[in-house]
């Protein structure tokens, strides 16, 4: 009997990895992995029950169409949240599913989603009648890092955003399963942030509602606010993690307000200490970390003299 279970076992372990998974991982090397696991070739295709497949972006470079299939097939609803969202074949496909019927609603990020890669696909999607909400966080703070989509009878999830660089240059993965525990757990997920998030639609086209230009001086009395906010730069002070602060006071510890360049966007900017000693204005969102206002920067348009 204990063989006949172990037999049973091994079978049903081998099936798995000869039939849904995209890769298998283990201790032997990789040339032995290669000769002796069939890895199959990934498809563009909605998943069958009870599969799970893990897709590397850069194997076939069509993630998008992996995507497009699942939205395809859909026949009730179709629940995403997406960090970056620049692809029109994907909102083309999200349309048509809210043509066919289908309940298709969003979340994204609002500073992905309104500036001018990611306004015009929020845009469509409004104007199909999608309704596409922004994150609020309490503090003003915070990103909306998702990048998940779920239908009645199927997910995707993973690192992939919904664009071409991820598509065809990244190193990205995604995950596409039709497992009834997870495929619910991440609709839980999605479900609770439509509802946290109802009412904040995205901008989608429209700009972001400004108060205008302001002294940093009064940046913390506009947390939250989209804004334009001025002031003698002191200094571009790079941490040792490689984010760069913009610092408006010598004693910046003390001081209301800062700019923020994370590590992996300071190569878009170039040499930031040509504006030191010079009054220049950040424009973006203000939010509140530690105590202090500042504005996240990720496009050198956000800065200006």
Request: aromatic share 8%; proline share 3%; hydrophobic share 40%.
């Amino acid at each position: 009997m204990n063989q006949k279970i172990i037999r049973a076992a091994l079978a049903a372990v081998l099936s798995l990895a000869a039939g849904s998974a995209g890769y298998a991982l283990g201790n032997e090397n990789v040339a032995t992995q290669t000769a002796s696991v069939a890895v199959p070739e990934q498809t563009v295709s909605a998943p069958v029950a009870g599969s799970i497949r893990v897709i590397y972006s850069l194997d076939r470079k069509q993630n998008d169409k992996e995507i497009i299939a699942l939205i395809d097939e859909a026949e009730d609803y179709i629940y995403f949240a997406v960090y970056t969202f620049t692809l029109p074949s994907i909102a083309d496909a999200l349309v048509e599913a809210k043509k066919r019927g289908v309940e298709v609603r969003g979340i994204v990020d609002s500073e992905q989603s309104s500036n001018s890669y990611g306004a015009p696909i929020i845009a469509k999607l409004q104007a199909a009648g999608i309704p596409v909400v922004a994150e609020k966080h309490a503090t003003g703070n915070g990103i909306m890092h998702i990048k998940t989509l779920v239908t009645e009878s199927a997910y995707a999830t993973g690192s992939y955003n919904w664009t071409k660089s991820a598509t065809t240059i990244n190193d990205e993965v995604l995950e596409i399963g039709t497992d009834p525990a997870l495929r619910q757990a991440y609709e839980n997920i999605l479900k609770k942030l439509l509802d946290a998030y109802k009412g904040n639609a995205a901008a989608g086209a429209a700009a972001n509602v400004s108060v205008g230009t302001i002294d940093y001086t009064a940046a913390p009395a506009h947390i939250g606010d989209y804004a334009s906010v001025r002031g003698v730069l002191v200094e571009a002070y790079t941490s040792k993690s490689g984010t760069v602060f913009l610092d408006f006071c010598k004693q910046y510890k003390a001081c209301a307000f800062s700019g923020v360049i994370f590590a992996d966007d300071v190569k878009k900017f170039g040499d930031l200490s040509r504006y030191e000693r010079q009054t220049i204005t950040l424009t973006g969102k203000i939010s509140s970390y530690e105590g202090k206002a500042e504005i996240i920067l990720s496009t050198p348009s956000q800065i200006s003299n």
